[in-house]
């Protein structure tokens, strides 16, 4: 006599551990999201057609005040911005030039700042031989007449 056995496959799969994949995700994605250049100085930037790849390690702040900021990012966070004087930034790109030749430097200036003191910026960071890159806001791109013909 052959006796069968008998399966019972339970035809309903559990969701609990998915949620928790989901909340695990979920949690990760918002404390992650907080390490993107953070930043306690408020600068209004101008806007700009062009952007670089390039993510600068230094980064110079110019607030609408005219006070200046520095701050240095290593691979994986931020330091904390540090008073940075109009009259020690020449010393301050040297020593970025003699710690590493090929720094590039960013800067973060309100559209407030007069264009003169940009141009002393960059120019002493011509004079140490870094790059300066100018920070801008990306432009929002509307439709003009001439775009549509």
């Not at 993510?55 to 290593?74: C, E, F, G, W």
């Not at 973060?108 to 140490?128: C, H, N, Q, R």
Request: cysteine-free; hydrophobic content about 40%; glycine content about 4%.
């Amino acid at each position: 006599m052959a006796l069968k056995r008998q399966h019972n496959t339970l035809s309903m799969f559990s969701m609990a551990s998915m949620t928790d994949v989901i909340f695990l995700l979920l949690i990760f994605f918002m404390v992650t999201s907080t390490f993107v250049y953070p930043s306690a100085l408020e600068v209004n930037l101008p806007q700009g057609s062009q952007q670089t790849p390039l993510k600068p390690t230094t980064r110079i702040y110019i607030d609408k005040d005219l006070n200046m900021y520095s701050t240095q990012a290593d691979s994986t966070q931020q330091s904390p911005l540090t008073p940075l004087p109009m009259n020690q930034l020449a010393g301050f790109l040297q020593s970025l030039k003699a710690s590493n030749p090929q720094e590039f430097v960013a800067l973060y200036a309100d559209e407030e700042v007069p264009y003169g003191t940009i141009v002393e910026v960059l120019d002493k960071g011509s004079k140490a031989g870094l790059k300066i890159v100018l920070a801008t806001k990306p432009t929002s791109q509307t439709p003009s007449a001439t775009d549509s013909i």
